[in-house]
């Protein structure tokens, strides 16, 4: 407090000075007496007060009083940087709350290489601010966007603590190549070469630094990010300190609680000991004695230390999942040492995931600093960004198992056997020799196993430090100031390392007795400059010209690094020593890439109604020939204010109503490898050497591919946006139409080409077609009351156009999750032309009276009479036709009740849990002479078998529409709790939050929000509950 | 204010020297490879290597990882193991219990497969992958006029001669080139191959080098004749030719050239000593000697002339031997009758009825679970089939206890000392082409040459084959018909990979119904099925990228 004093006083002192110097002119009139506070209650100081329409002014004191002489009922206007201006009618005594400037920098919006007025925007752009209020646990930044904007789909990855999402905006451009946006911290491209022991790009910042989202959506936008930006790009900006405040503390912080919502319907004991009784008694021909007596009875339950016969009633699923409780610490500093303003920031998240033992902590640490210098000539914006966080992963194979584990198996079994075998753990057992008479056991592999030994006798942990850096010149030339020169250097430095090890008792064929202990590292760095020179005219005042070129540098390099090691017991006979290591393996994997662009961009507006946006961008990059390396990407968009036409200025209920056109090429070049054109050999490692000559080392040409080039999309937008009552009521509806060629595509070569059978090429072309709206309004704005509600929908459709320069009906390309059971080429879906990206390629089943679908039984849709590839067809897609979100807020004087809701409509899902379940024949359910349970979804079919085809079935591709709610948060605000004479007292928020409240699907797995549409088993997204509080002082 | 004057021409500075830099970094672009796992400088051993190991390995790691071929399972996409299905399971010899899940091995059981079968399209690529590998060390390694370079390429060539015959036996008419490029192959047909093979298989015998002159696991002269003699054999079914008659200077040839190789006896020679394991007592018969772990230093050496390395440390993968020894297995069976490995994949691979009533005939064999048990009854070495308490017919397809099991392939060693450290992969080596094949090749193409029965002479080369394994002269004679010859195949190549092939020559397979086994087209007792499936399609995929290529008929 006392280093806020000593700056504080030559700046009083000097408004104080100015205040007097300034109120000399004024004439005498009544005495008013006003005080200026912001929104927190914290005295305004040196903000100046004048009345509108007379010269002069005065500023605010020490403590934020003024006095000054007007007219009764004249206008006061009071102003200072960071706040909204203020005006109110003159009177002795008047109060000034000064709202701060967020409303007005919601105007402004950050573009590439730029900012722009959101209402000179011609593209389609969205920029959003994250809820401060109704948000949830987020952990990562792409939660703050989920279900906020139109044609933005974010899809998490389930509940995994600190876990990523998939993010697609308009449906995404590739098939093979990335589908991802271009993510752009603080002006800084991030890298795609992924991350070790973290989930993506944005898990590198806090969420509580984030001021804005801006979302870039046509290629009007994105084309000066030109050959990455086919998938659209978000730009996350910082938050940062303002001029000359006083330092402000804020701290959030939360305490949560998480629980599995709903588990998976398996047979209970009682239930399976029936199930298995009739099971065996029909398919082998038993009666109930020879049944009691028989082997199968005797797998069942398990046996005591003293040969009793015993039975569990063990619920997996429950046994492996908790409540957890988890906390998160945010503390900031914001303040401004005069011209220069600097936020500082720390963050504590301490994640307990509701699978046992899996967790996320993440400490960051922030700073900015963005001083004015040379009359604000000069700016400077520093950037400091450090991450460090720390995964358990727990065992997530454990989720699967804990559906099939046998229920009649008890968790521990306290026998010599069990405690000196397995460590305790009740499991299915094999004899195995392995020259030690020590260790005579190994796992049954046909078996499951037991889940908590899964997740107790293996570590698996992940570290991630991130460190983020940019420094942004920019730099008003002195007298000829329409020209401003800007720079930003920055760097992103990664390093991550996952840690393994499982016990020597861990259930798996190969580290069972050997145990392991492995790591493996990434190291990524990426380096990037960027320079443009800006250029802003006025020809009279109709023509305004804004020209901007530059040029960006960039450098991504990547460095991957493993280890590992298995030995022998010391009680084998023959080997004590390594069993298997990297010893003679070369572990080492570097690679590289740079990207070398100009860009350039002219805004023109005339009249200030008609707008006129033109961007360029020449992008080279390293990952194509020489021939192919260099493309261009313009972009042209136009935009009519009409309601600054003279016709409708009178109109004064409308105050927006714009019709945007746009047209950009961008272009793709992930999913690309680095020296793909290049020929290169590979070396045989361990376990390929083939001794005709020599050691038998082994080289492989690498296939490779010279012709090689990005993807290009060409997007058409067409936009409309509205606005009434002074932007209280906003409407935009944006249609797009994004074709894709030049489709990075690993397809199936001719034979005899190349040293593959697929490879990356350029062949084929999508497009996606899609119609999105929003609505936003304060629907009531009294004094005590408000009532906002956001909506928006998006409708999107893609289809693929061509996949290969030669036309058959029949060809192909199978992708996609694997059906269950089974590990070999074909996936569930494929592409084929005239076909959504995400179709289905399935078998159509055939049913029997009563609607059950018959096992193997098909159309032969080929009337060949025989079932086989060639009987498949496309059937639905994953994709959703319509995404939906919604966001309502109604505040009641210090109360805030917030909710949020999304859908998805029309998306379907492989329901891989149920096809992967669907055998139950004895022959499966005593695979291996051990007992697997069987799942309820799968119980009214009744299948005895579930081969290759079966699990092809159309049947298994459901319906997983959904409406979610994601929170509601009820909030009570207070100010100046425990104020003083010394102390201002605290301002703050307390709330509480629900988070995924409720789902409302038909679909029959667990969860239809599923990335891919194939429904493995994933982490269950937990129930949450918040408490939550802010504090400011 | 200096300060600031400092700040600005710094400022203005920095952006001059980044334009400047410009032109500098457009050079960055130029980049070279940094990885240390790649190299840009061939290493033509190597690449040699490389090529002689696409018979078993799948990838740049064993068993599994880097692997050659996109997509696909690695194990389930090895060369061996594919032609192994495509020829075995589709036959009288071998079913596989998750015939159901594996994709594409329904369709082969049925005899129904399309022309993306996953097995026969997997086995098409990885064959054009190694005939590409073959061009392009043809391209890259000139003729230096040395007898070694010479031989290396005369082997190169002859591994493109057995690929490229594979795909004649297999495919019929398919894609063919000889270089590396962009463009598509041209079309052969069947007859088209025959010749192609014919020739560069005359065209390289004077280039190999001859077994004393080679280390273990090279290709010489002699396998150059006993593939034109198993060439020649098939003549008729590959030329399309009316009857044996018309074939008759084929099977004269396939006939001198099994001749040159039954000649050549000191180079290769039957296996015709056992041992007994001093570690465990077990006996092994000079057959079972072919099969098991040391079958690179224990004599049976001498009558494999084509051996695929295999090594449990470093030569492992999920295909080739390693799959044929764990797939014959399941967990209890090894406690009768040893696999020598530590894991085994639940005897998904078993023997069919119609194989066990070649070998037994009416005996009943059931719960026997000895190889001395069975073969005493069958009064044959080569019948190494464990009853144990399975049934002998497969009528019921799911039932996991259906169809004896295989106890020919194992890892075990004769001598009693362990396998490699790990007994996870399999140290036995895979015996691709032996000198079995041409005694059988002789004789049939005797009794071919006349009349459908042998002469003494080529019945002499039968008894030769029945008197090592033990099959006592009372069930010898001095002339077989071509029946006879058809079992005996089956008995001495049982699920050895190529069963489909003999049986098309026998008349025995598609197109006919006086041969059946039980499941033949998809009927429990058997069924005849198309003569179109004699031979498989070609992948949709390459038809479609190639308009060179045709579609077989009815694919």
Redesign the interface.
Known sequence: MMKQVNFKIPFRLLALILGLFLTMGAFAQIAVKGHVKDSSGEPVIGATVRVVGQQGGVVSDFDGNFTLKAQQGATLEVSYVGYQTARVAAAASVTVTLQDDAQVLDNVVVIGYGVAKKNDLTGSVTAIKPDEKNHGLITSAQEALQGKVAGVNITNDGGTPGGGATIRIRGGSSLNASSDPLIVIDGLAMDVYGRSGSANPLASVNPNDIESFTVLKDASATAIYGSRASNGVIIITTKKGRKGSAPRVAYNGNVSVSQVKKTLDVLSSGEYQNFVKNLVMTSQGMTEAEYLASSQYNSLGYFDADGNHLFANTDWQDEIYRTAVSTDHNVSVTGGLKNMPYRVSIGMTDQNGVLKKSSYQRYTASFNVSPS??DDH?TLNINGKYMYSHSDYSNTGAIGQAIAMDPTKPVYLNTPYYNKNWNGYFQWA??????DPSWTE?P???ATANPLSSIYEKVDKGRQHSYIGNIE?D?KI?GFENLH?H?NAGADFEFGRNEQSNSPYFFD??IYYHGTNRWNSMRTSNVS?N?Y?QYLKDFTEDHHFDIMAG?E?Q?LHKNTDYWYLMTNQPTNT??KGV??SSDNE?T???????L?SFFGRLNYSLLSRYLLTFTLRYD???RFS?DN?WGVFPAAALAWKINEEPFFRNVNWMSDFKLRLGWGKTGQQEGIA??GY?????????????????D???????AYNSDLTWEKTTTWNGGIDFGILNQRFTASIDVYYRKTTDLIN?I???????????LNSNIGELHNFGIEGTIAGNIIETKDWTWNLAYNVTWNRNKIDQL?N?E?E???I?YGGL?V??????GVKAYHVGQPVSAFFVYQQVYDANGNPIRGAYVDRDKNG?????DRYYYKKSDPDVIMGLATKLTYKSWDLGVTLRANLNNYVYNAVEAGNANL?Y?SAYS?YAWHNVVDMDMQKAW???????VLSDYFVQNASFLKCDNITLGFSFSDLFSSNSFKGLNGRIYATAQNVFTITKYKGLDPEINGGYDGNIYPRPFTGILGLNLEF | MKN?KK??FG??A??LL??AT?TS??K????E???????????Q??????I??SF??T?????N??G??????EG??EFYRMVWNLNELTTDEAHWIW?????????LV?N???????VS??L??RI??T???C??YLEQVQDDGTAETKARRAEVRFIRAYNYYTVMDLYGNA?F?ET??????QYYTRQQFFSYVESELKAIEADLKTPDQL?Y??ISKVADWLMLSRLYLNARVYLGLADDAAAADYYKLAKDYANKVLTEQSYFALCKTGATNPATGETYSPYQMLFLADNDKNGAQKEIIIPV?H?G????SYGGMHSLVLASYS?GMSEDIPSGT??SW?KCNRVMGKLSDIFFGNNDVSGLKSVAAVTSIAQDDRALIYPGSYSRYIYNE???DAGYACVKFRNVRSDGK?TS?????VDTDLPLMRMAEAYLNYAEADARLNNGKTTADGAAKLNELMDRASVPTSQQSSSYSLNVIRDQWAKEFWFEGRRRMDLVRFNSYGGQSNYKWEWMGNVEKGQKFSASRNIFGI?????????NLKQNTDY
């Open positions: 210098l040379l000069l094999k004899t195995v020799d392995r020259n190994g049954n592999t046909l010149i730099y002195h020169l720079a064929d190969d400059l320079a020179a040029y540098y450098r023959v080997d069993y298997k070369l080492r994997y570097k690679t590289e890439n740079y070398v080279g990059s390293s020489k390396r680095d020296y290049l020929v290169t050999y590979q070396p045989n490692t361990t376990g390929a050497f083939y001794p005709i000559l020599g038998g080392t082994t080289y492989r040409p690498d690993k199936t070569l001719p034979v005899g080409t190349q040293f593959t059978n697929k290969t030669a058959s029949d060809y192909r199978p059906p059971g089974d590990t070999s080429t074909d025989i079932i086989n590839e060639a024949s022959s291996g005895t078998a579930n081969g290759a085809k079966d | 600031s700040i600005i400022a203005a920095a952006m980044t334009m410009t970094c457009v960055d672009l130029d980049v490879n940094i990885n240390p796992k790649q190299t840009t400088v061939l290493n051993d190597a690449l040699l290597n490389k002689y190991s078993v390995l990838g740049q790691t064993g068993p990882g880097n050659d071929i996109a997509d696909a399972d389930r996409s015939y159901k899940n594996d994709t594409g091995y329904e369709d049925e129904a497969y399309g022309a993306d079968n996953a399209s997997g098409y690529y054009y992958f005939i590409t590998l061009n392009y894609a080139t590396v490029s962009t463009e598509p192959g280390t696991g090279r390395i090594d440390i470093k030569t492992t967990a530590s894991n639940g799911d039932d996991a362990p450290t790990t007994n996870a992969f992948p949709y995929a390459d038809i479609t990228n190639n308009s």
